[in-house]
């Protein structure tokens, strides 16, 4: 036996019974001051014998140790009840100093009950009580004190806690939990049977509606202890995406691209941080219809000018946001608490304007609206306004303001775009001095022109600072005679953003036309073409070539010509043959010229002979015959290449056409009008034509308000409200369900309202409540109810194929068997990603039927005796299911004078039923009575009947024969 003080450890062996119970005092006692003065030491200062039952003999020791310095006698006397024994053979005992005795207490219970008693032991004069306990198994309740949440995001999601009760003792024991706040805390079971040696967890559920610190206790009654309270802690925090600056963690909400030339771009960074500690998914949208918005506007200028152009104003509130602004990523998953650096891009584009020219101070501004916000169930108008305890928004939302503008490249050219240079000869140079000035004071420009043919400048490229000038050299340096028109290009340098929309590089993103005119002219000395006929020559020249040297002194020559041999009868002999076609004449003495190559398609022949020229053939630069032939396969070989592609192009256009133009043109007697309807098409169409439609849609687009609601109203009124599958089985369904979607397709997929608020509702009662699903992608999408709530399983089905551009309902069927507030989440997936959450709540009461009035006066109706006392009180039941219902009359003793019709029934839903209520007059009729109303599964309600009857006793005399005799008349007169 183990024994501390205020709480003992006993160890009761007895055969193979062993228990080992923790249990405190009873009997509180300071055993050291009895000790002290008695100079006697006993263990233990009481005596326990724990789960005890009865029939059954328990034995515990106890020690008596002497710790003065003399021998003494001690006393002991049993104890009074007979369920406790000292097992001694004299109760007298003399101990010696500093030695110890050791005495058996046997307890046997008659009874399961606690039993109270004491062992007095005596020194002298002095007395020590010992008490003695015998108590029967009992429970021993423990629980944890603290249910901690942690931190949690302001979602509206239901989260849940475990917590253990444990019994450590041999029998059951009976637990109760209450929590009487206002906040979203629900506690199941709050009462229950914990079996010995065993243990019941306790769920407690909270709902994280709104940002708040929660310290909510709750009372817990364990059996057998003192009431005590369960803490209830969480932090709920509010904010979830931030938009922070780039240089500091400050919070940014405008950006600034300040000006810009129409066709370059600028760049700005900023970071995302959840600042929760969840995950989320976010995803940016411009607001494209937000109040504020500015797109190309000129916000400087005065409103009667802007009034004027009312036109312009309509167009330009028609463009597409999404190229002048982009920001990457515009999508993404966000771990707690991380941040990610996203780039914004502002690219302005010069719109038609309703003016033609463009001066200096011609602007176009831009403010924009971007919003960045989490992915999840979404309300819009699927709120549930009935629902009125969510107060903030749903899911946080931040707004990031953006604002540019953008500027026309403006050069101002003097003397002109047009530049006239003097004429000149080959060799000879123009020039014309340039003034470019940069017409726009805000932004500088780079410059650079274009290298052009026969034309210099210098410098070719430059910079230009806002509203400055630059000297340019414009030179014509002709290296060919003619006429000279040319455009002159200067290429505008800047910064464009790249591809991927995240980089910028230094490009041409606008030209500016120069014109250069000018002339090249011929040199004035003429050189005059000799011709030498090879007869006699004044110059002697055996070439045949033309002589230049002092021809100007001679004034008339031989024209040159060349005819052909065929057409001339010059010196025909007739003893030659027949001039060969297209036989050219030579010149007499072009002798020197005949030792080069020759064209093998031009034979010559000289004048007076007639016989073919001879002509040399230089092996080494001339074509083989073998080479002669390759070159003609591969020109044979390319153009029935060439041929047959012009063949196949011919074919695709004619089977196009007769595709088209396939129609039977026989008259078969239809009248217009006729009633004759075009097909419908099918849904294997329907499907092609929008899956094509769903790879044109570009990943890193953003996306806008106005993109959303056109898609959403698209897709509302595709109703599709029958037939949905419940699994994809069509080889397109299987294609796209199995696609991995982006947080912006998931957001596309609206599902609600967020909270199905079933409201009041009755127990064990069906309630229907209907989920809205809108899927505004060109695919099929998978949607999937992962909710094991018993409450939700009589719904119909848990999973959806929902087709491409369509809407349909989801009836969600909502059966509880317990009394109660309801709150629970659940959450879906599409295409098996997690997509957001559905809040359940409901108030589920008892069946209960109220009465019109708990207490009814009958009062008469007519002149018949047994019909003229009726009254009627109608029962109403204002809840969602029928009640059944059954009265009870009362019987006081005196007998049962009242009736009522019905005596049970049904009460339809949201509906009342009248019930009459009849008094049987009589002499010994009671005028009071009662009915009880039981509802079936419900309450029961009293009514108390009541016939207000007055008797009048009128007294009056007569005469019969001779006699006088009186009689009494009674009347009875009700109250009116």
């Avoid at 026969?454 to 003619?482: A, R």
């Avoid at 072009?590 to 020229?613: L, Y």
């Avoid at 099929?780 to 719904?795: C, F, M, P, R, S």
């Avoid at 005028?927 to 007294?955: D, M, R, S, W, Y």
Wanted: net charge neutral; proline share 5%.
């Amino acid at each position: 036996m183990n024994t501390q003080k205020g709480s003992l450890t006993i160890n009761v062996h007895r055969g193979s019974l062993a228990m080992s119970i923790q249990r405190g005092s009873l009997v509180p006692r300071d055993m050291d001051s009895s000790g002290r003065d008695m100079q006697l030491r006993v263990i233990p200062a009481e005596v326990k014998f724990l789960d005890t039952m009865a029939g059954r003999v328990y034995r515990l020791p106890i020690t008596v140790h002497n710790i003065c310095r003399w021998n003494q006698k001690i006393r002991f006397k049993e104890p009074v009840k007979p369920q406790f024994k000292l097992m001694l053979t004299s109760l007298d005992k003399e101990l010696a100093s500093g030695l110890q005795m050791t005495a058996m207490v046997e307890y046997h219970p008659d009874k399961d009950e606690d039993t109270f008693d004491r062992l007095l032991i005596s020194i002298e004069n002095k007395t020590t009580e010992i008490p003695l306990i015998g108590l029967i198994p009992s429970c021993q309740l423990e629980i944890e004190s603290v249910v901690n949440f942690g931190t949690l995001v302001a979602n509206s999601k239901v989260y849940s806690k475990e917590i253990t009760i444990t019994n450590h003792g041999k029998a059951p024991g009976i637990f109760k939990a209450e929590y009487h706040g206002q906040l979203p805390i629900l506690i199941f079971p709050t009462s229950g049977i914990v079996d010995a040696k065993s243990s019941m967890v306790i769920k407690v559920d909270f709902c994280a509606d709104q940002p708040r610190i929660v310290d909510e206790e709750a009372i817990v009654i364990l059996q057998g202890q003192p009431e005590m309270l369960l803490s209830i802690k969480a932090h709920v925090v509010e904010q979830i995406i931030e938009l922070l600056s780039m240089s500091s963690d400050r919070r940014l909400e405008c950006i600034h691209f300040g000006p810009v030339f129409f066709g370059s771009s600028k760049i700005k960074h900023a970071r995302v941080y959840n600042n929760s500690p969840e995950p989320i998914n976010w995803v940016a949208i411009i607001q494209d219809d937000a109040v504020g918005e500015e797109l190309g506007t000129d916000i400087q200028q005065r409103t009667d000018i802007a009034l004027n152009n009312l036109t312009y104003i309509r167009k330009i509130k028609n463009i597409d946001t999404t190229i002048i602004i982009s920001c990457l990523p515009n999508e993404g998953t966000l771990q707690p608490y991380q941040k990610t650096v996203i780039t914004f891009c502002f690219t302005p584009k010069l719109m038609a304007v309703g003016k033609k020219d463009i001066g200096p101070s011609y602007r176009q501004d831009y403010a924009l609206f971007l919003r960045f916000e989490s992915v999840g169930s979404k309300d819009g108008f699927l709120r549930d306004d009935d629902y009125k305890t969510i107060k903030s928004e749903r899911f946080q939302k931040v707004e990031l303001a953006l604002t540019g503008t953008g500027l026309p490249v403006l050069l101002q050219f003097d003397p002109g775009p047009v530049l006239n240079f003097k004429p000149c000869f080959m060799g000879e140079r123009s020039e014309i001095q340039c003034i470019i000035k940069n017409q726009c004071e805000l932004l500088p420009v780079t410059y650079h022109f274009k290298k052009t043919a026969n034309f210099e400048i210098d410098p070719e490229k430059g910079k230009i600072t806002g509203g400055g000038m630059v000297d340019v050299m414009c030179s014509f340096v002709p290296h060919q005679l003619g006429v000279f028109k040319v455009k002159q290009m200067i290429e505008i340098i800047g910064l464009v953003a790249e591809e991927d929309l995240q980089s910028l590089s230094v490009k041409s993103f606008h030209h500016v036309y120069l014109a250069f005119n000018s002339i090249c002219k011929a040199s004035t000395k003429k050189v005059v073409m000799k011709f030498d006929p090879g007869i006699l020559p004044s110059i002697r020249n055996p070439t045949g070539k033309f002589v230049v040297k002092d021809l100007a002194k001679r004034k008339n020559y031989a024209p040159v010509a060349m005819l052909q041999s065929a057409m001339t009868r010059t010196h025909n002999h007739r003893s030659c043959e027949e001039p060969v076609k297209d036989m050219l004449l030579a010149f007499p003495n072009d002798r020197a010229a005949t030792i080069r190559s020759k064209d093998h398609h031009k034979h010559f022949r000289p004048i007076f002979t007639k016989v073919p020229r001879f002509n040399y053939v230089n092996h080494d630069f001339a074509y083989t015959t073998f080479e002669k032939q390759q070159k003609k396969l591969h020109e044979n070989y390319y153009a029935m290449y060439l041929k047959y592609l012009r063949s196949v192009r011919l074919q695709k256009k004619q089977a196009e056409r007769e595709r088209m133009y396939s129609y039977d043109d026989t008259d078969i007697g239809l009248e217009p009008g006729s009633g004759l309807k075009s097909p419908s098409l099918s849904e294997a169409e329907i499907e092609e034509e929008l899956s094509s439609a769903a790879n044109s849609i570009r990943a890193n687009r953003l996306l806008t308000t106005r993109g959303i609601a056109s898609q959403e109203e698209e897709s509302v009124r595709r109703k599709v409200l029958k037939g949905l599958k419940s699994e994809p089985s069509t080889p397109q369904e299987k294609h796209d369900c199995s696609l991995m979607l982006t947080p912006k397709q998931i957001h596309q997929v609206i599902v609600g309202p967020s909270v199905l608020n079933f409201g009041n509702i009755c127990v064990n009662s069906p309630n229907t409540h209907l989920l809205h699903v809108i899927n505004m992608l060109p695919m099929h999408v998978l949607l999937q109810l992962d909710t094991d709530l018993e409450e939700l399983q009589k719904t119909n089905q848990f999973s959806y194929v929902i087709l491409p551009t369509s809407s349909t309902y989801i009836s969600m069927v909502f059966d509880s068997p317990t009394i109660g507030k309801f709150w629970k989440s659940f959450t879906f997936t599409v295409n098996n990603v997690p997509s957001g959450h559905i809040l359940v709540v409901a108030v589920v009461q008892p069946v209960t039927l109220e009465l019109s009035s708990n207490e009814l006066v009958l009062r008469p109706r007519g002149f018949f005796m047994k019909t003229c006392f009726r009254g009627t009180v109608r029962l109403y039941n204002r809840q969602n299911c029928c009640a059944q219902f059954q009265w009870q009359p009362v019987n006081t003793g005196r007998g049962i004078a009242f009736s009522i019709c019905p005596a049970k029934g049904t009460v339809e839903a949201y509906s009342s039923l009248e019930c009459e209520v009849t008094w049987q007059q009589g002499f010994s009729s009671p005028e009071e009575g009662e009915f009880i109303l039981h509802v079936f599964q419900g309450n029961a309600l009293k009514l108390k009947c009541v016939a207000h009857v007055i008797i009048f006793l009128e007294h009056g005399f007569c005469f019969e024969g001779y006699e006088f005799v009186g009689y009494t008349l009674v009347y009875i007169v009700t109250y009116i």
